[in-house]
C-alpha cells in the first residue's frame, strides 16, 4: 500500500476554471503591484542604510522602557520590536532599529555606547547579540545589485527554455516567474515584513524553483505534442499537467516540509527568509499549472515538429484562456 | 541501460566515498580544529607537549579541511571600508615641493621669485613673480616628470603640469593616478593584513571589493568597534620643523604651513612645515617602554636613510622645537637638545600601557597609506551563532526525517534507495564545501534544507515515470530503463535553470546571498548525480541479486 497524495490517473480538466484562476492571478498581480507602490517594501538597512541591534535580556522585555531610554538620545526615528519565536518562548530579545544618521557613513561607537548605556540602565542584564550598520552610500547599489541579479536571473531563464523549446515556452514561463515573484512581494508589502538582502536570495530561488516546476510540465508537453499530433492543443496541455501532476505535488510537499521544519525549528533570524521561500513555492507550484500553459496556449505553439510550416499552429491562437 | 560497466560502477562508488571522506572531518569539527591548529602551530616553530597530543588526535593521513563557519554562525565582526585614495595624490604632491622649488630656482633669471601658493589638496600652486617666463617654468617643472612604470601607463608621465596666469599648477597625471590607485590598495589590504595578523585571530578575511573598497571579517572578536580602533587608524607618524605655536586654531598658517591641533591640550595648535622632514614609513622598529620618568612611551628605530635625515636636521637645529605628529595631532613637541645620530628615539605622550602597546603594534605595521571610511559593519555574537547552529541542526533532522519517512511511505522500496541516496547527497555537498573551502552561513544552512527537500525531485521524477511505464504493461526491466531514459530530460532542463539561478546569485550577490548560492548550487550538483547515477546503481544492483517478476514502485 503507498501513500499517494494524487489519484493515479487523473483526468481533470485544468481549462474548466480557467476563466476564475487565471482571472484570479491577473487581479493578484494587480493588487500586488497597488500594494508595493501605496504601502512600499518595509526595506532593512541593507536597502536604505541604519542600524540595527538586536538585544537580549535577562528579565522580560518592556518595549516602552526601552523606547523612552533611547529618546534623549535624539537618534530620530527609532523603531523596537520585540522578536517572538514559538519554538523559544524563554526568549528576551528585541531587534531596535536606528535611522541613517545626516551626514554619517555609517554608526560612530558613540552612538552604540550610548544606546547600551541608555538600555543599560533599564536592565542591566542586556547585552547586544548582533550590531549592524549600513551606510546610504553602500545600501544605494545593494538595492542597484539586488534589482539587477533578479533581472539577470530571468533574462539567463528567458533565454535557455528559449533554446530548449519555442519562444511562446518561455515567454510563459517567464510570465509565470513576474507572477509569482510580483506577488510574493505584494505580500511582503501587505504584511510589512521586514525585506532585506536575503529576501531578495529567496526571490531568486523562488525564481529557479517555480521555473522546475514549469519546466516539468513543459518538458511533458513537449512530448506529448510530438506523440498526440492530431490531439487539441488545449487537451495535450490538460494531458500533460495530469501526468505530471503527481510529481508535482510530491516535489512541493517534500520541499514545504523541509522549509516548515526551518520555518518552526530555524530560529527567528531566517524566519522572514523563509516565508518568503514557503510562498514562493506555493505560488510557484500554483503557477506552473494555471499561469505558465495558459500563456502557451493563448500564443499557440508549432504543432507539426517535422516540417518547417509555422503557421499551422496558429489556429489556436484565438482560443480564449 | 540496466548491464552498467564495471568501470561506470567503479567511478560511481568512488566518487561518492570521497565525497564522504572529505566529509568526514566535520564530524569531528573541535578535534581537527584542533589538529590544524596545532599542526600550523607546530610549523611555525612552537613545540609542546599538549600541541603534539593535539596534533596526533586526528591522523594526519586523513582529509583535515573543513567547512568555515560564516560570521553568522561563529560571530565576529564584519568591516566594509572605503579607502580616500585622493589622500595619496595630496601627500605625493606635497613631497614634490623640495624638487619644484629647486628646479625654478634654476630658472630664476627668466622666472624671477616664487612662491607656494594655498591649493585644493592634490594640487601644487607656485607663483612666479616674472609672468612673461611662465612657458619655461612650466618646462622646468615638467622635466621633472618620471616615466610611469606599469601596464597600462605605457608612454606617459606622472606628473600633469600646467599654467595659469602666473601660476604653475601641478597635479599627478590621470595615469599616474590610476597607477598610484593600484598601490594604495595593494598597500592597503596589505597593511591591514598586518595589524590583523598581530592580534592572533583565526582565518580573517580580507578582500578587495571594486576600485577603493575592502571587505574585512574577523571571526571570534568581539565587537566591530575594537576591529575598527585596530585598523581604522592611519598610524601615520611624521616629524616636522615647528614654525610657531598658537591658541587660535583658524589662523591661516601661510602657504607651505599646516596648522595641527595638540593631542592633549585641545586650546593649541601648531604651525608646522608641511614637508616632514622624516616620515614613519622609514621606521624599521617600535616596541612599547617607558621614558625617563617612568611613564609608558613607544621606542622606535629608523632605517639608514630615515637615520641620516633624522640626524642631520637634529644636528643642524639643535634648540629649536620639533613636532612628532600622529594622524593630524601632535603628541609631542620636544626642543632639540643634542645631535641624535644613531636613528632611535622615544615618543612619550600622555598614554596608557594600553595605548603605547596599540600605538607600538600599528607603527610596526605601517602606516595605513590613505584614510579609510567605514561603510557598513556587522558585529555579531557568539551566543547568536550558536543558537543558529542549533536551530540549524534540528530543523535539518526534522526536515530530514520528515522527507525520509515520506518517501519510503510513497514509493516503498524504491523510496528507501532514494532515502539513501539523500543522505548520501548530503554527506557530499559537505564533502564538496570543505574541499573547496567554502564557508557556511545561516542561509547556507537553509540552502542544505532545501536542498534535502529538493533532492528527492529528481528521483520522484524518476519513479513516477517508471510508474507510469509498468502501467503499459512492459516487464519491470524495461519500465525501469524507460523511466531513467525519459526522466533525464525533465531532470536536467529543471535542475539547469536552477542552477542558472545559483550562479547568477553568487556572482552579483554578496556576503549571505552567496553563502546561499554556494550551497544551492552544490546541492544541484550532488542530487542530480546521486539520481542518475547512485540510485540507479543501487537500483540495478538490486534488480541483478533479485531478478524480480514485478515491482511495485
Known sequence: ?321 | MLNIPLWKRVVIVGLVALGLLFAMPNAFYSRVEGHNDAVAAIEGGAESPELTAMEGAWPGWLPSSLVNLGLDLRGGAHLLAEVHLEDVYASRIDALWPEVRDALRDQRATVGTIRQQNSAPGELRVRISNPEGIAAAVQAVQALAQPIVSLTGVGERDLAVRSEGADVVVTLSEAEQLATDQRTMQQTLEIIRRRVDEVGTREPTIQRQGNDRVLIQVPGIGSAEELKALIGTTAQLTFHPVVSQTRDGSQDPGGRNVIYPDLEDPELFYILERTPVVTGEELTDAQPSFDQNGLPAVNFRFNVSGARKFGDYTAENIGSPFAIVLDGEVISAPVIRDHIPGGSGIISGNFTVEESTQLAVLLRAGALPAELTFLEERTIGPELGQDSIDAGKIACIVAFAGVLVFMALSYGWFGILANIALILNVGMIFGLLSMIGATLTLPGIAGIVLTIGMAVDANVLIFERIREELKSAKGPARAIELGYERAQSAIVDANITTFLTAVILFVMGSGPVRGFAVTLGLGILTSVFTAIFVTRLMVVIWMERRRPKTIEV
Open chain 1, 1 to 321: 500500500m503507498r501513500l499517494k497524495l494524487v489519484p493515479d490517473e487523473t483526468t481533470w480538466d485544468f481549462f474548466r476554471h480557467a476563466r476564475l484562476t487565471f482571472g484570479a492571478s491577473v487581479v493578484a498581480v494587480i493588487v500586488s503591484v497597488f500594494l508595493f507602490l501605496s504601502m512600499g517594501l518595509n526595506f532593512g538597512i541593507d536597502f536604505r542604510g541604519g542600524t540595527t541591534i538586536r538585544t537580549d535580556a535577562e528579565q522580560a522585555v518592556d518595549v516602552g522602557a526601552y523606547r523612552d531610554a533611547i529618546a534623549p538620545l535624539g537618534l530620530g526615528d527609532v523603531s523596537i520590536t520585540q522578536v517572538f519565536d514559538p519554538a523559544r518562548p524563554d526568549l528576551n530579545v528585541t531587534q531596535i532599529r536606528i535611522e541613517a544618521q545626516e551626514g554619517v557613513e555609517s554608526v560612530s561607537e558613540t552612538t552604540v555606547a550610548a544606546v547600551r548605556d541608555a538600555l543599560q540602565a533599564v536592565d542591566p542584564s542586556l547585552t547586544f547579540q548582533e550590531v549592524s550598520s549600513v551606510g546610504p552610500k553602500v545600501s544605494g547599489e545593494l538595492i542597484k545589485a539586488a534589482v539587477y541579479a533578479v533581472l539577470a536571473a530571468m533574462g539567463a531563464v528567458l533565454v535557455y527554455i528559449w533554446l530548449r523549446f519555442e519562444w511562446q515556452f518561455s515567454v510563459g514561463a517567464v510570465a509565470a516567474l513576474v507572477h509569482d515573484v510580483l506577488i510574493t512581494i505584494g505580500v511582503f508589502s501587505l504584511l510589512q515584513i521586514k525585506f532585506d538582502l536575503a529576501i531578495i536570495a529567496a526571490l531568486l530561488t523562488i525564481v529557479g524553483y517555480s521555473l522546475n516546476d514549469t519546466v516539468v510540465v513543459f518538458d511533458r508537453l513537449r512530448e506529448n505534442l510530438r506523440k498526440y499530433k492530431k490531439m487539441e492543443l488545449r487537451e495535450v496541455m490538460n494531458l500533460s499537467v495530469n501526468e505530471t501532476l503527481s510529481r508535482t505535488v510530491m516535489t512541493s510537499f517534500t520541499t514545504l516540509l523541509a522549509l516548515l521544519a526551518l520555518y518552526f525549528l530555524g530560529g527567528d533570524v531566517i524566519r522572514g527568509f523563509v516565508f518568503a521561500m514557503i510562498m514562493g513555492v506555493v505560488i510557484g507550484t500554483y503557477s506552473s499549472v494555471f499561469v505558465a500553459k495558459n500563456i502557451v496556449l493563448f500564443l499557440g505553439v508549432k504543432r507539426d515538429w517535422s516540417k518547417t510550416d509555422a503557421s499551422k499552429g496558429n489556429q489556436y491562437a484565438n482560443i480564449d484562456a
